[in-house]
């Protein structure tokens, strides 16, 4: 008997294996064409990249800060953000390594979907939710991009997948690994816990196997941060909590988060039917994807309003979304064989559903023109990054410094503060940044003055300047003249006269 048999069974290794492969096919025609600038890139994408190579470079940074992984500017954890930084560094730091990394996740997603939903939901309903997954636009857009709420949705499906198996030692483990990925991604695992949690209610001998894995994973992690930087750690994660539970109230308070919740689950027909068929597990008796899928998805939206347009947030909870669709196929499968076993294949007709998606996005993803519902603020041109880059870095000499957004940064040979943070460096609070930052948080002099070039790019003008307090240092650099040596439709370079030879 071959590996292969052992592993799958006699009669199921060539459904098995036609399965995988074209789950793989579909995905290596979505997410693989033109995936280094296509979405165009995003702040928090490019911020990600950036701090993840230099963690894979040894460096513990957050642009102009030291970074300890749990500021609300950035909560995403070393463990994504480790692998992520490898993949771009064996790619010589560029993003395409990183973005490789999280398309990579998705084809894991899929096939966790298909190989390990089959003894959940069967073969077919599994291999059709894996497709729906695949092809749904949203999925293919923002696992093309480096985000830290991809590896958490392969962790949250992994644990729902064992969750949905019966309660024993092995299963309960394999859950609580998943969780462990979860959480070595983002602090949004704690979402994944609850609802794990709540499934193995009644089974308090999987309490500890769900949750030890991640127990294990964050007191490594934070004690190690906690060696290195102290009591900022504690600051962080305080501040992170207070941010987050604010921005709770605000956005899901006094019943708001019934209507982000009606808003996000009716934004589509994609969320309707992955939702339905959701509802359908519960007389299938699939109460792990429900639990797991609804609870979270409802404590996303009740902290988070956007999240329809800033739909990134959401992949957290998309993958076991998607195990709805595999409820409504086996649901349906079961009341058509009992009322009519003659034509039980029908049923195979919703495989019409992901070939409309696979058609509708093929042409996008093989002419790079992937667009997310935020692109007003993605970059609007990469090549002219790319070009204004490489203007400055045959300018830039050891030691400068560059004021800019992480968009551009990870292009620079130079070390580059980003306005919001050089703001802070003035003793003022601005977004993201709401209790400032001690000077000695600083790895070098972050201040206006210091800076070699500026650079004013379009999240800047349409973003950027519009947070508290960044305002004054565009004004600055206005009322003090600084020359304008670069330009491009959207972005601007500016020479710090303090920096140009005395005429």
């Known amino acids: 008997m071959t590996p292969f048999a052992v592993a799958f069974g006699k009669r199921r290794l060539r459904p098995g294996l036609i399965g995988a ?3 793989f096919c579909v995905w290596a025609m979505l997410y693989v064409p033109n995936v280094r600038t296509s979405p165009s890139w995003y702040g928090d994408e490019t911020l990600t990249h950036h701090t993840a190579v ?10 102009a800060l030291w970074n300890t992984f749990w500021h609300p500017h950035y909560p995403y954890q070393p463990l994504y953000t480790l692998v992520c930084g490898l993949f771009g560094r064996a790619l010589s730091g560029d993003i395409i390594g990183s973005r490789l990394f999280n ?25 059709f939710a894996a497709l729906m997954f695949l092809t749904y636009e949203q999925a293919v857009i923002h696992f093309r991009m480096s985000y830290a709420h991809n590896g958490a949705a392969l962790g949250l499906l992994l644990m729902t997948l064992y969750l949905l198996r019966r309660s024993c030692r092995r299963n309960n483990w394999l859950a609580g690994l998943g969780l462990a990925i979860a959480a070595g991604s983002h602090p949004l695992f704690v979402h994944g816990a609850a609802a794990g949690l709540l499934c193995r209610l009644r089974k308090p001998g999987a309490w500890l196997p769900l949750l030890v894995p991640s127990a294990v994973y964050l007191i ?19 501040h992170l909590k207070n941010v987050f539970t604010s921005r709770g109230g605000e956005d899901g308070g ?16 994609f969320h309707i039917g992955a939702l339905a068929g959701l509802i359908l597990c519960v007389p299938l008796r699939r109460y792990a994807a429900p639990g797991v899928g609804l609870l979270v998805l409802f404590l996303l939206v009740r902290n988070r309003q956007n999240l329809v347009l800033f ?9 076991v979304l998607c195990l709805g669709w595999a409820g409504l196929w086996r649901f349906l499968e079961i009341r058509i064989r009992r009322h009519a076993p003659r034509v039980r294949q029908v049923v195979s007709a919703l495989f019409a559903l992901p070939a409309l998606l696979f058609i509708l996005v093929l042409p996008a993803s093989l002419s790079g023109t992937l667009r997310p519902r935020n692109h007003h603020w993605t970059t609007q041109s990469t090549g002219e990054v790319e070009e204004a880059a490489a203007w400055l870095n045959e300018r830039l000499a050891d030691g400068d410094v560059v004021g800019g957004n992480p968009n551009i940064a990870w292009l620079l040979h130079a070390e580059t503060v980003p306005y919001l943070q050089m703001v802070t460096w003035y003793g003022l609070p601005t977004q993201g940044y ?21 650079i004013v790019g379009d999240i800047d003008q349409r973003w950027t300047f519009g947070e508290p307090n960044v305002l004054p240092l565009w004004e600055q650099i206005q009322r003090e003249k600084w020359p304008l040596v670069w330009h491009g439709e959207n972005y601007l370079i500016f020479a710090n006269p303090r920096f140009l030879p005395a005429k």
């Open 434 to 454: 709401e209790n400032g930052n001690a000077k000695e948080r600083f790895r070098f002099v972050a201040s206006l003055e210091s800076v070699r070039f500026a």
């Open 311 to 319: 739909y990134y947030q959401a992949v957290f909870v998309l993958p």
């Open 220 to 238: 490594f992690s934070m004690g190690a941060i906690y060696l290195i930087f102290g009591h900022w750690l504690i600051e962080d994660i305080l």
């Open 103 to 127: 398309a990579l996740l998705a084809l894991m997603s899929g096939l966790a979907i298909f190989l390990l939903g089959r003894r959940s939901f069967g073969h077919g309903a599994s291999l």
């Open 254 to 269: 006094g019943g708001r988060a019934l209507v982000n919740f009606y808003i996000f689950a009716t934004q589509d027909w």
């Open 54 to 63: 230099d963690l894979a470079n040894g460096q513990l940074t957050n642009m």
């Open 21 to 23: 492969t074209l789950v």
